[in-house]
């Protein structure tokens, strides 16, 4: 058994089984042997990869469109401009180099980054050492102030529950101890007031997840924007309201077992946008953009013709493969979502227009 397998085990036969929720919080933040603690997981040698890291046309085009929606507010200074988990900072140094000739953007910048991995902060602070950011680990630390903001790949990596119909009632997956090996089992039925909702589209035995943090974090960002200004891009895989299990865990690129070696792989779920935009109500959103159509109407095409200029050979070929992915449905053009929080009244942000 690893260390965070016993240390799970030994919580499991104190007070019971555990909810996915604390078995995931537990796999990815544990402060010593935890999934994000431990390591930086992005890239080729990694377990995974995103946009920002398969083309620099992401950060390009999200720091655009952020910069476009801080023109329309009227340029509000001094505001904060602000990323939720920034893994290994490329998504930032890519819209900070696409916006440096944003007149008067860079100035009224504050660079606030929401990261809880001790690791990828010092990514970071390579990446971004020119930008002097400033590191808070919750949302609750963001400035009073107009905030832009930008999420990849940040809502998939809170904890989820799940919960399994049973009449009127709900069974929680829970993670429990068989055997000596974790293992999956179901509470007994109980009512969930907070799940009434979801009476009306599923039928017994169907499983629907829940994501309190994620909730909490939309709630924050909502009144921030609403109170002072500013702009939310959120982009993840996911659809507006979920439905079945979507809990995953990935090493190596590949798909694995999440039970199968704790605080080794990378957990994900699935985001509930409506969830999102329900909790962040203080503020408006913009409706559900597939990624592919976000980015085609932020310029994607434009942009790679343009970078196409300057690359022959196998760089040229890379950089058409990875336009292809970003974009095409049946790789991440569709699976993945973008969706905007601004202040009632104001413009949609660039590329979530109705
Ligand atoms: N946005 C980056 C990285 C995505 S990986 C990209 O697109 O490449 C998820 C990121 O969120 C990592 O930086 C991880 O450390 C961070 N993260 C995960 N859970 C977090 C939490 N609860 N609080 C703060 N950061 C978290």
Same mark, same amino acid.
């Given at each position: 058994m690893t260390g965070l397998t016993q240390h799970l085990a030994a919580r499991i036969a104190t007070t019971g089984p555990v909810s996915i929720a604390e078995y995931m919080a537990e796999c990815l933040l544990h402060p010593t042997l935890g999934y994000y603690a431990t390591r930086d997981p992005l890239g080729a040698e990694g377990d995974f990869t995103t946009a920002p890291e398969i083309s620099q046309m992401f950060g390009e085009l999200v720091g655009l469109a952020l910069a476009q929606a801080w023109i329309d507010q009227g340029r509000p200074a001094p505001f904060t401009l602000a990323e939720l988990g =920034? #893994?290994?900072g490329t998504l930032m140094a890519d819209l900070l180099r696409a916006t440096r000739r944003v007149p008067g953007f860079h100035d009224a910048a504050r660079l606030v980054l929401v990261e809880a991995s001790p690791v990828l902060r010092a990514r970071q602070a390579q990446a971004l050492e020119a930008y002097a950011p400033e590191w808070i #680990?919750?949302? %609750? #630390? @963001? =400035? %009073?102030a107009p905030l832009f903001l930008v999420a990849n790949? /940040? /809502?998939? $990596?809170l904890p989820i529950r799940q919960f399994v119909r049973d009449g009127a009632g709900w069974r929680e997956r829970q993670v429990g101890v068989r055997d000596g090996a974790l293992c999956f089992g179901l509470s007994a039925a109980t009512p969930r007031p907070e799940l009434a909702h979801r009476l009306e589209d599923t039928r017994d035995g169907d499983l629907v997840e829940t994501c309190a943090p994620a909730a909490a974090v939309a709630a924050t960002l909502g009144a921030r924007i609403a109170g002072h200004g500013g702009a939310a891009l959120v982009v993840d895989y996911g659809d507006w309201r979920s439905l079945g299990d979507t809990f995953q865990a990935v090493r190596g690129h590949e798909k694995t077992d =999440? @039970? $199968?070696d704790p605080g080794a792989a990378d957990l994900t779920a699935h985001v509930d946008f409506e969830a999102l935009a329900g909790a962040a109500g203080d503020a408006a959103h913009t409706r559900l953009a597939p990624q592919g159509l976000f980015l085609e109407r932020l310029g994607i095409e434009h942009r790679a013709e343009a970078l196409a200029k300057g690359l022959s050979g196998p760089a040229l070929d890379s950089h058409a493969a990875a336009f292809r992915r970003l974009t095409l449905p049946e790789e991440m053009g569709s699976l993945f979502k973008a969706i905007g929080f601004h202040p009632r009244g104001t413009a949609p942000p660039p590329g979530l227009e109705a």
């Open positions: =920034p #893994g290994r #680990g919750t949302v %609750d #630390g @963001l =400035p %009073d790949e /940040f /809502f998939d $990596a =999440p @039970l $199968a």
